[in-house]
């Protein structure tokens, strides 16, 4: 966690995938590291990362909860990384 050490300030909540974590924030956005396979990047979502309530974790990839009820995923997308074929329902 050294390349993001001083993003992690007023942490409320830590998930992690086997090979790594993600961290919500007091101000709801979401600060990742790990292998970026596995969930450890979050650059691809990060925009849509914004008033997370709460994050959920696969062996592979991470699942956010946003304020307005939608999700967010990433990492590994044949371990839930991608939930673009659902995301309309």
């Given at each position: 966690s050294?390349?993001?050490?001083?993003?992690?300030?007023?942490?409320r909540q830590i998930s992690a995938t086997h090979y790594a974590f993600a961290a919500i924030l007091a101000d709801g956005k979401v600060v990742t590291w790990g292998n970026p396979d596995f969930g450890g990047s979050s650059t691809a979502v990060q925009d849509q990362l914004k008033e997370v309530r709460q994050i959920s974790a696969t062996h592979y990839a991470f699942a956010a909860i946003l304020a307005d009820g939608k999700v967010v995923t990433w990492g590994n997308p044949d371990f839930g990384g991608s939930s673009t074929a659902v995301q309309d329902q």
């Amino acid at each position: 966690s050294t390349a993001v050490q001083d993003q992690l300030k007023e942490v409320r909540q830590i998930s992690a995938t086997h090979y790594a974590f993600a961290a919500i924030l007091a101000d709801g956005k979401v600060v990742t590291w790990g292998n970026p396979d596995f969930g450890g990047s979050s650059t691809a979502v990060q925009d849509q990362l914004k008033e997370v309530r709460q994050i959920s974790a696969t062996h592979y990839a991470f699942a956010a909860i946003l304020a307005d009820g939608k999700v967010v995923t990433w990492g590994n997308p044949d371990f839930g990384g991608s939930s673009t074929a659902v995301q309309d329902q």
